[in-house]
């Protein structure tokens, strides 16, 4: 149980293209999705909090209006990377919390998607 | 400003030997702490969630203490096996609990060797 998945697993894109990240809670509802970025060599850094049915809240320095995030139902997120450029390139991973009874502290994690801009 | 430290970047110990990680962490007090295991170019597995009022929490090979006194917790993975070589990182409940929102350190490294 507690499976996510992300879509896709790796993305290349042109400069100033926009690209959709797929994040889903395959076998559980999750009222909150994480969406984080990874470095080469770094941890993640927690880019923005995702609650069903509302506005995702961004971290410090993270542009709201670039990274587009939609949580329209209990078992998927999107993330939009809107007009990529090369710095943008990165991993990125996101986090489902469930719903119900149990640990509901617990984050589970997709497999990553790497970006890549030319 | 909330700080995670894991004590290194790399450990490399002998197969069957007990793995000990450390992560210290300062400025807060955090309801709970996990740790998880991540591959190269993976996502993070979840391993297990210890709360601040646990002393310890195992899991086959696997054993977590948290001490909210030394703000620390112990990761240890006994009778290791070369398939245990992985990045392994602790990450702490940030503020309120409720959020969710989780503060991840460098992570370690961990190779065992054959």
């Known amino acids: 149980g507690a499976v996510v998945s992300q879509h896709p697993s790796w993305v290349i894109c042109k400069s100033g293209t926009s690209v959709k990240i797929e994040c889903r809670s395959l076998d559980f509802q999750a009222t909150t999705m994480f969406w984080y970025r990874q470095f080469p060599k770094q941890s993640l850094m927690l880019m923005a909090t995702s609650n069903e049915g509302s506005k995702a809240t961004y971290e410090q320095g993270v542009e709201k209006d670039k990274f587009l995030i939609n949580h329209a139902s209990l078992t998927l997120s999107t993330l939009t990377v809107t007009s990529a450029h090369p710095e943008d390139s990165s991993f990125y991973i996101c986090?489902?919390?469930?719903?119900?009874?149990?640990?509901?502290?617990?984050?589970?994690f997709g497999p990553g998607t790497r970006l890549t801009v030319l | 400003s909330q700080k995670i430290e894991q004590n290194s970047e790399a450990l490399n110990i002998q197969e069957g030997k007990t793995a000990t990680l450390t992560c210290n962490y300062t400025n807060y007090s955090p309801a709970y702490l996990q740790w998880y295991r991540q591959d190269p170019g993976r996502g993070p597995v979840f391993l297990l969630l210890i709360r601040e009022n646990e002393k310890e929490k195992r899991k086959e090979r696997l054993k977590v203490t948290f001490d909210t006194t030394l703000k620390q917790s112990l990761f240890h993975i006994t009778a290791s096996q070369p398939a245990d070589s992985a990045t392994y990182l602790c990450a702490l409940a940030s503020g309120s609990s409720n959020t969710g929102k989780l503060i991840f350190g460098q992570g370690t490294t961990l190779q065992v060797k054959p």
């Open positions: 986090s489902a919390r469930g719903t119900g009874s149990g640990s509901t502290d617990t984050q589970y």
